[in-house]
């Protein structure tokens, strides 16, 4: 993972899940490259941060597969 302290300053289409809605708290995800960025919807100015695509495709499945434990904080 690399971390990049302006996500709007990155030239990345940035996509919400088609599950949320305006309202709902959600992360964007952006592909560049070989790579995906990952924002905080709510703060499109805050940082984001890329992963290999083939990482966060793993991680996408893994959370689709319901194989995540949930960490509360």
């Not at 690399?2 to 996500?7: C, D, N, R």
């Not at 959600?26 to 990482?55: M, T, W």
Request: net charge neutral; with cysteine; aromatic share 8%.
């Amino acid at each position: 993972m690399t971390h990049f302290p302006v996500a709007s300053e990155l030239p990345v289409s940035w996509q919400k899940s088609k599950a949320s809605n305006a309202n709902d708290n959600c992360v964007e995800c952006g592909l560049l490259g070989p790579a995906i960025f990952v924002r905080d919807s709510k703060n499109p100015d805050g940082p984001a941060h890329r992963y290999p695509a083939q990482v966060f495709a793993d991680f996408a499945r893994a959370v689709g597969a319901g194989v995540l434990v949930r960490v509360d904080s």
